[in-house]
């Protein structure tokens, strides 16, 4: 029986990891933080989660959700902000969280970190890629028994990439793409939370690094044809040159609304997210990952339904 902290829970992935934790052992605790008490509403059915109102970004409260734990699981990662807000997410809350798990007597953390992560923080190309190093730096000299995991961009029910996609086709009838040539292996949300499940229990991946990537290398280009595809409404695209791409998403920040891309994405596929083949991936932990084409239309059919049942009833509106 043990008590495993799951930092970043509520969100997309994080709700994959809770569920196969608690298909793994029913005997464990799940202890997931939450600034938002509504955020936690998928996991409420799982009995051994517990929900706890916090704020990891405060030492006390990080301190006291540590204690007492067996194994500590940080999934928080943001997406857009500013150098400072990726340093604050991405460097400093490990670097703090290494502290409190030392003051504690916790020595086995798992971290997800992403994929086109190098050894150098200095050299990559977005503030993104950059924290994400710094941080794995920071945890690597932590002195614990850690786990790393890189995936590639994760698609599933809910995600924030494939539906973004499929959404924009839905709504515009042409698609001006920045980076349209990056190239990316996108991996099931499923398989990127077994193998997490998988190393809690394996003293033999501690120390070790694992690239989480699917069967297939695609282009920006080609994911965004296959989302509009499978959604019902493929649209013709526009490739942007670097110049235009960066001014299309300043743009992008600048409306109101979460943001959708920004200049650092743009810089972030510069970068290719691919397998490197130099770190040991998905089969090593026995997992045979998903194909994107035997997932994603079961999925984004959906907004294809929603479309026809949007025709259907404008028609009845004009009888």
Not at 103 to 108: C, E, K, L, S, Y
Not at 164 to 176: D, E, G, N
Request: charged share 20%.
């Amino acid at each position: 029986m043990s008590r495993i902290l799951v930092l970043g829970g509520t969100g997309f992935v994080g709700r994959a990891v809770c569920e196969q934790l608690a298909e793994r052992s029913a005997s464990d605790t799940l202890v997931v933080p939450t600034r938002r008490a509504a955020h936690a509403q998928a996991l409420r059915p799982l009995p051994n989660v517990t929900i706890e109102p916090a704020d990891v970004h405060d030492d006390d409260t990080l301190a006291q959700l540590v204690k007492g734990c067996d194994v500590v699981i940080n999934l928080v990662a943001i997406l857009h902000g500013s150098a400072a807000e990726f340093d604050r997410v991405h460097v400093q809350l490990p670097r703090r969280l290494a502290q409190a798990c030392r003051d504690a007597g916790v020595r086995r953390l798992l971290h997800v970190s992403a994929l086109g992560v190098g050894d150098d923080a200095a050299a990559a190309p977005s503030n993104y890629l950059r924290s994400k190093a710094a941080g794995e730096q920071v945890l690597r000299a932590s002195g614990l028994a850690l786990t790393v995991f890189r995936p590639s961009v994760i698609f599933g029910a809910g995600d924030r990439f494939l539906n973004l996609f499929a959404q924009i086709q839905r709504l515009a009838p042409l698609v001006p793409l920045a980076g349209s040539d990056a190239r990316f292996q996108p991996v099931w949300v499923d398989d990127v939370a077994r193998a997490i499940a998988t190393a809690v229990s394996r003293a033999d991946t501690i120390g070790q690094t694992y690239e989480c990537t699917g069967p297939t290398v695609y282009t920006l280009s080609g994911l965004v044809r296959l989302a509009g595809r499978w959604s019902g409404h493929e649209r013709l695209q526009l490739p942007l040159p670097g110049a235009m791409g960066r001014l299309q998403a300043l743009a992008m920040e600048c409306m109101p609304g979460p943001t959708l891309m920004s200049r650092d994405n743009v810089d972030s596929m510069k970068c290719p997210n691919i397998a490197s083949g130099r770190l040991p991936g998905l089969a090593a932990l026995g997992i045979t990952p998903a194909a994107l084409e035997a997932v994603a239309p079961g999925y984004l059919g959906r907004h294809q339904g929603c479309a026809r049942l949007e025709r259907l009833r404008a028609g009845a509106g004009r009888e």
